[in-house]
């Protein structure tokens, strides 16, 4: 019984152009090697990936949520990814892949090992 429900919805979603696979989040470990207003790019030896990022891209690095609160302390919303993240920087990126805008779009940076000295 649980079978047949199962591929009832699935077929449903087929038919209906739902791509439930594409919302699939994946990973990218590898070194920051550059960062824009909106793009990270990290290189895993020979591969390189250029990440979008936003305001809703989450970074976990150490000293980040201080950070966050002295910002909105000084009435900004608070920090950019481009206030954590540096040049040289390990990171592991969560991304997901959107075929329509042939863009990978950032969830959640997170810096593995930080290369600077603050």
Known sequence: MKRSVFWAVATALVLS????W???????VG?????????VTVERGA????????????VGVRGATAKTQEA????KPGITVADVLHVGDQVR????YNEKSNKM???????LESLTKK
């Open 17 to 20: 152009g739902v791509s439930v």
């Open 31 to 39: 070194n920051v090697k550059a960062m824009t207003g909106s793009s």
């Open 105 to 111: 779009t950032v969830s959640d940076i997170t810096v």
């Open 22 to 28: 594409a919302q699939a989040t994946e990973s990218f």
């Open 72 to 75: 909105q302390k000084a009435g």
């Open 93 to 96: 990126v969560r991304y997901m």
């Open 47 to 58: 591969l390189t990936g250029v990440f979008a990022v936003d305001a809703k891209t989450h």
